[in-house]
Each structure stands twice: as structure tokens, then as C-alpha cells.
């Protein structure tokens, strides 16, 4: 660039640094805040209240441990990680460490790390109240139209065991729930605690049918080889189940659900 001057190329050059140096902050350096991943549309489990406040299990969890962490409430900076962008999320720094109905596989633990399991589910469906030819997964290839949500395990899990149901994958699982509720898909698949939260919201309006058929074990997602944080992040969630806090916090959060807690999975410090 020979007719640009120097001081020019300079400024632009600090212009282009400084914004990426502001925000590429991986290894959790984000200053004096800790920036933690959830979910803003699950209730129950991550919500965003209209208030701004945010509630649910996942996000207790991930308080708890913010503060064992060292961290205040006032120092917790929230981010929303659907289902398809936590493990980039991770990856470039953007967040410290993810609690959003994380399932722990081995495809996601060759990019990031898991502390936890800090809960077990499973995969199940919900339907609009008043169906009652959607009896499982298998009734589902009867030109059923299912949703769930890119990125997700039940996702993959149904066009692995079911390839011919036709599958629609949203961003959220909200955005599928309003498609069910308006007639435009016949039924939803995901965990049975988020079902649980959408089936508690709109009484009356969906059910879940079913068991559970998969094992959906919740982590912890942080930085890929960053030890430390893992066993701390673990010590925490331990602190949390024995002290009781754990107990209380599924209870009054997915208590409403009709869900009763259970014991708390042991944690994998392998
Ligand atoms: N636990 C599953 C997963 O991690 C489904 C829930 C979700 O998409 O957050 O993919």
C-alpha cells in the first residue's frame, strides 16, 4: 500500500486489534467477570425472565459453582449457547464454562471438556394433549412430523434409529413447542425434564408419552485440557449435592414440573 501513510496503516491496525483483543479471552480471562453459557428459553431448567433476571436449575448450578469459583453474582456475565454453538462457543473463549442440558459424549469431549455429570435424564417425546396415535418413537414413521433441535443428541439419535421420520430441526426447542402448539408439527423430542418444563408452562396443552429411551448425562462444558477448572468446577458440584443445596434447587425449580429429584449421579473425576 505505497500511497497510504504509515500512521494511517497504524491506526487501522490498532482499530482491527483492539476489538478482537477485547473479546478473544480464552483460558476464562475475562477480567473481573465470569462468563457463563445457558439456555434463555427452557423454563424450569435456563430462562431468561422478562424481568432479565435469569432462573432455573441449569443456571443454580452454574451460580453455585461461580461462586465457589470466587465469583459474585454481580461478577456472573450470561450467555446464551443454543444447542448447535456451545462447543464453539468453548472453543473460542467466549464463555468460561457451559451449563445448558449439556449431554456428555465422546463426539463433543474431542473439542471441550466435562465436569460432572451433575444430572441424569433421557430422551423422550411430547404431543399435543388431546393425540393419542403418537405412542413412541416408532409410531413417529406413521407420517408423523417430528421437531427437535440442530446440534442436539435426540436430534442425531432419531436420524440414527429412525431415519424415516420426518425430522425438522430448529434452533430452540421453544421455536418447536409453538410449532406444536400451532399444528404445525405433531410432536417434540428432546429430555424429559426441558419436556417436563414446556408441559408445566401451557397446563393442560401437551403431555409426554412414553419412557425415556436414551441415558442423557448433563455436564459441565469448559475449555478442552484445562484440568484445574474441571476439578474445581467438580469440587463444587460435589459441595453443592452434599450440602443439600442440589436437592433444593431441583425441587423448587423442577418441583412445578411434576418431577421428583433424583439422586444425584456420581461424578466422573476420570
Ligand atoms: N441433552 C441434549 C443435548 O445436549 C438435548 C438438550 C439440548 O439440546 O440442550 O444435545
Same mark, same amino acid.
Given at each position: 500500500m505505497p500511497s497510504v501513510p504509515l500512521k494511517l496503516v497504524g491506526a487501522v491496525a490498532l482499530a482491527l486489534a483492539l476489538p478482537f483483543a477485547a473479546t478473544a479471552? &480464552? &483460558?476464562?480471562?475475562h477480567g473481573n467477570k465470569i462468563v457463563i453459557g445457558t439456555k434463555? $428459553?427452557?423454563? &424450569?431448567?435456563g430462562q431468561k425472565k422478562p424481568d432479565g433476571t435469569m432462573a432455573g436449575f441449569d443456571v443454580d448450578v452454574a451460580k453455585f459453582v461461580a461462586k465457589e469459583l470466587g465469583? +459474585? *453474582?454481580?461478577q456472573i456475565e450470561w450467555k446464551e449457547s443454543p444447542s448447535a454453538q456451545r462447543e464453539t462457543l468453548i472453543q473460542n473463549g467466549q464463555v468460561d464454562y457451559i451449563v445448558a442440558t449439556y449431554s456428555i459424549t465422546d463426539a463433543r469431549k474431542e473439542k471441550v471438556d466435562f465436569a460432572g455429570p451433575y444430572l441424569l435424564t433421557g430422551q423422550s417425546l411430547l404431543v399435543r394433549a388431546?393425540?393419542? $396415535?403418537? +405412542? &413412541?418413537?416408532?409410531?413417529? *414413521?406413521?407420517?408423523k412430523k417430528l421437531c427437535s433441535v440442530s446440534g442436539s443428541t435426540p436430534a442425531q439419535n432419531i436420524k440414527n434409529k429412525f431415519p424415516k421420520v420426518q425430522l425438522q430441526q430448529f434452533d430452540t426447542y421453544s421455536a418447536c413447542v409453538d410449532a406444536l402448539k400451532n399444528g404445525v408439527i405433531d410432536a417434540v423430542t428432546t429430555d424429559e425434564v426441558i419436556l417436563a418444563g414446556y408441559a408445566a408452562q401451557s397446563p393442560g396443552a401437551f403431555k409426554i408419552v412414553g419412557d425415556t429411551f436414551t441415558e442423557e448425562r448433563y455436564g459441565i462444558g469448559l475449555k478442552k485440557g484445562d484440568i484445574e477448572l474441571r476439578t474445581k468446577i467438580n469440587d463444587a458440584i460435589e459441595k453443592m449435592e452434599s450440602s443439600g443445596a442440589w436437592k433444593e434447587a431441583f425441587d423448587r425449580n423442577l418441583g412445578p414440573a411434576g418431577i421428583e429429584a433424583p439422586a444425584p449421579p456420581a461424578i466422573d473425576r476420570g
Open positions: 479471552c &480464552g &483460558g476464562g480471562d434463555y $428459553d427452557q423454563p &424450569g431448567l465469583y +459474585t *453474582e454481580d388431546d393425540n393419542n $396415535d403418537i +405412542t &413412541g418413537a416408532a409410531s413417529l *414413521e406413521n407420517n
